[in-house]
């Protein structure tokens, strides 16, 4: 590493492999991964077209996840089986699962009325990853800007009424998950009180 050219190389080929490495891409032909850059700045004719790459890169992502986060989507998949055999749940054509804990006798809100809930969110190991009534403060909030398992239970619901929502993945946070909380492919289960349309 004696010139200036390649200690940049080398940094560059450390930082992208650092990048690579925590996106979860270990296992690669390092040879072709060296080709497609001298062929990319050379202006070569390339050997993968644009859809081609994107295809590719999309199923290696697909696989990444699903070997990652393959455990936590089985875990739900099998709860919510389990889960919809029992009387008291109710399951939606989404696959939206509800319990009516409290019967309430108030209006039901539109997707674009504001609401105001109490609520307890929690993953199916039990930890809260969010709880106005731990924080003892209700939240108001747009029906249509909540996640879609919300968004389907609230016109459903009436005020006064106290439900526990099973929330798929899908209608949740999906393959992304929410910050270090709520991690990818995860099931989420609500306790969701409506207290009033605003």
């Known amino acids: 590493m004696t010139s200036e050219k390649e200690r940049l190389g080398y940094a560059l080929g450390l930082n992208i492999a650092k990048n690579l490495q ?6 690669f032909d390092y040879a072709a991964f060296t080709d497609a850059l001298k062929d990319h700045f050379a ?3 390339l050997k993968l077209s644009v859809p081609e790459v994107n295809e590719t890169l999309q199923q290696a992502m697909a696989k990444i996840q699903s070997e990652k986060h393959g455990p ?5 998949t099998a709860f919510l089986e389990e889960n919809a055999k029992r009387d008291e749940i109710n399951v939606t054509d989404s696959g939206l ?7 309430g006798n ?8 504001q609401v105001t809930t109490h609520y307890h969110g929690k993953l199916l190991d ?9 924080r003892n403060s ?15 239970a609230l016109p459903m619901m009436k005020e006064g009424d106290k439900w526990e929502l099973f929330i798929p993945y899908n209608l949740a946070y999906g393959e992304n998950g929410a ?6 492919f995860a099931t989420l289960i609500f306790e969701v009180e409506l207290l009033s349309i605003n």
């Open 22 to 27: 925590e996106t979860g891409f270990e296992e």
């Open 43 to 45: 202006q070569n004719e």
């Open 72 to 76: 936590m989507l089985e875990e739900g």
């Open 97 to 103: 699962q509800y319990r009516v804990m409290n019967a």
């Open 106 to 113: 108030g209006k039901s809100p539109s997707p674009t009325d």
């Open 126 to 134: 039990g930890t809260v990853f969010d709880s106005s009534v731990e």
């Open 138 to 152: 209700p939240a108001t909030f747009p029906v249509n800007g909540v996640i879609a398992g919300w968004q389907e």
């Open 179 to 184: 910050g270090g909380s709520i991690p990818p």
